[in-house]
Every structure is written in structure tokens, then in C-alpha cells.
């Protein structure tokens, strides 16, 4: 038995995109156990429990349907027994949820297990920003590191190349999960900086819902182009006044302007906010319409932006982030991204 036990939590989209990589490398690789076990919340899916659809026909047929998953992957409805013994716990829950997670897991995770983030979002605590990896870690006392990038899961899948980052302040334990999560099409870049990694993760979806807005008002590239730019000195803005000491280089790794082009062209966010601008439904509506049963991180997050950015009195300079705030909670007319890109403070 020397090989790390591997649990993804989580089953969505990108879990399962998650666990196909996971557990393909740790059928074959000493360094892990070859049985992965992934945490399922349990729902019924044409009358079948969905944890016995994925173990008997290795698919989840409802979050990543098409896409065989690796035999080994086992799917456990019960999070503690998911989690037992893990070595390296994958947490790929929507951020809204991981606080309960963790409630439940609290005292039964291995102390030395090092726990990977793979969530894109922030929380507010009573010093401002609180990064969800941290929530994790106050909360199970485990070492943790985050994984973000230009990763779309249908596409990660479906095996198409693409690169992602890996956030871990261990270099020891960064060489470990690149060897678990790395594949010809999956590529894998390690750096220290694991807080602006996260931060980049999060922020993205808050352009991505601007981006989103200009393409159901019907403008083009050149404007999106822009919106990504923006977001982009937004995002570095943001990770200055936050992070301890961010390097300006990790926004050039997939977790920054790769992850964020993406996100302004593919992506749930981009999808949702287009047609919030188009139809004038509620993003709840529009959400439980499109997404089936996915859930969109970009508004929630922007409301947490929100929070922290008036508390530390820098409302103004961030008008992108804010302009999306105000669209999606306050009622403000959708034009209004026009409006934040036109007297953006960059250009005066």
C-alpha cells in the first residue's frame, strides 16, 4: 500500500473532467492508489441513482455526458467515507457549498493530506478578502494548493490540448500533483505564487459576465478585445492591493490572460450574461435554463468583490468589476458596461 489515495470532491462538469484525468494517472502510476474515489451528491436521473449509473456504466450521465470515466473512478454518495484516508483530497465544489464541505469533513481528513482547490471564487471575512483554499485550510488544518486554468471542462474531456497552473507553495508536493493531474493534453506548469493563481481564477468570471454583456448588446471583438484588457489591469489591480507580493508573471501563466480569453469566449458566464442582456430574465432564470443544474460563480463573486472593495474604500477603481454588480443586483441598465469601458479610469 504505498501509493497516495486520491479523492476528488465534487461531481460536477469539471470534477468529473477532473477525475477522468486523475483517475487515468493514477491506474497507472506507483506513486498513487490505483482506485479513486469521487464524492457524489446523490440525485436520481431517469429513475436511477446517479452514483450506480457511474459505477456501473462509467459515465455521468447527467454533469459530463458522453465521456466514459476511467473504471477505477468510484463513485461514494457518503462525503465521509469519500474522503477517508485520502492522501491528496481535489475539492472541485461550487464556492457557495464549500463551507458546509468542510463543516462535515472536520476531524475525519488525514492531517498530513494536502488538499488541491480547483474551486474559482473568494469569500469575504472581517479583513476583506478570504481566498477559498484558506477556507479550506483553517477548516481541516491540511496544506493546501489551487489549480486554475484555461480549462474548460467539456474540452479537457474530450482530450483537446490545453495548459493549466498549478498554485503550491510546496515544491515537493507541486512535483507530486503535476505527476498526478499532467498528460500529453493536459499540461502542467507549477509556480509558488499560489494566491494569485486563486485570485485569477475567481476574478475571470466577473470579466467574463462583462464580456458576456457586450455580445448580447451585439458589439464585436475590438470591444471585447477591450473588456479583456480592462478586466485584465483590473484583476492585477485587485491581486496588488490583496495578495502578499504578487508576481506580475503569473497573469502570463494559464491561469491569467489564457484562463480569462477563454472565459470571455467560451464558458457558462459569458453564455448566461449574453442572455440575460438579450431576454431581460432573472440570471437565476436564465441559470436553472441553461446550465442544468450547474451553478454560475461570476455574479456571486461579483457581489463578494463588491463587499470587499467598499470596505476597503476603492469602490472607483475598479468600475468594470463594479458595473457588473450593479447590472446583475442593482438593476442597472445592461449599457452601462459601455458606459464603465468608455470613461474607464486607464485611459485618463
Not at 472536520?106 to 471564487?121: E, P, Q, R, T, W
Not at 515544491?171 to 507549477?190: C, D, I, S, W
Not at 485587485?238 to 494559464?254: E, H, I, M
Request: proline share 3%; with cysteine; charged share 20%.
Amino acid at each position: 500500500m504505498g501509493g497516495k489515495k486520491v479523492c476528488v470532491v465534487g461531481s460536477g462538469n469539471w470534477g468529473s473532467a477532473i477525475a477522468k484525468i486523475a483517475g487515468s494517472n493514477a491506474g497507472r502510476l506507483s506513486t498513487f492508489e490505483k482506485e479513486v474515489k469521487m464524492w457524489v451528491l446523490q440525485e436520481e436521473v431517469g429513475g436511477r441513482q446517479l452514483t450506480d449509473i457511474i459505477n456501473t456504466e462509467h459515465e455521468n450521465v447527467k454533469y459530463l455526458p458522453g465521456h466514459k470515466l476511467p473504471p477505477n473512478v468510484v463513485a461514494e454518495p457518503d462525503l465521509l467515507k469519500a474522503c477517508a484516508g485520502a492522501d491528496i483530497l481535489l475539492f472541485v465544489v461550487p464556492h457557495q457549498f464549500i463551507g458546509q464541505v468542510c463543516d462535515q469533513l472536520k476531524g475525519h481528513v488525514k492531517k498530513d493530506a494536502v488538499g488541491v482547490s480547483l474551486i474559482k471564487g473568494v469569500d469575504e471575512g472581517p479583513d476583506g478578502l478570504r481566498l477559498i483554499s484558506d477556507i479550506i485550510q483553517e477548516k481541516l488544518g491540511i496544506e493546501m494548493s489551487v489549480l486554475m486554468g484555461a480549462n474548460i471542462a467539456n474540452e479537457v474531456a474530450e482530450e483537446k490540448f490545453c495548459e493549466t497552473t498549478i498554485g503550491c507553495k510546496n515544491a515537493q508536493h507541486g512535483q507530486m500533483l503535476k505527476e498526478l493531474m499532467q498528460t500529453p493534453n493536459f499540461r502542467v506548469t507549477v509556480v509558488q505564487d499560489s494566491d494569485t493563481v486563486e485570485i485569477c481564477g475567481a476574478l475571470k468570471n466577473v470579466v467574463a459576465v462583462g464580456a458576456g454583456f457586450c455580445d448580447g448588446l451585439g458589439y464585436g471583438d475590438n470591444t471585447k478585445a477591450a473588456v479583456i484588457r480592462l478586466g485584465l489591469m483590473e484583476m492585477i489591480g485587485f491581486a496588488k492591493l490583496f495578495c502578499k507580493g504578487p508576481t506580475t508573471s503569473t497573469f502570463l501563466q494559464s491561469c491569467g490572460i489564457a484562463d480569462l480569453i477563454t472565459t470571455c469566449y467560451g464558458g457558462r458566464n459569458r453564455k448566461v450574461a449574453e442572455a440575460f442582456a438579450k431576454t431581460g430574465k432573472s440570471i437565476e432564470q436564465l441559470e436553472k435554463e441553461l446550465l442544468s443544474g450547474q451553478k454560475l460563480q461570476g455574479p456571486q463573486t461579483s457581489a463578494e468583490l463588491h463587499r470587499i472593495l467598499k470596505s476597503k474604500n476603492v469602490v472607483e477603481k475598479f468600475p468594470l468589476f463594479t458595473a457588473v454588480y450593479q447590472i446583475c443586483y442593482e438593476g442597472k441598465p445592461v449599457t452601462d458596461v459601455i458606459k464603465c469601458l468608455q470613461n474607464h479610469p486607464e485611459h485618463m
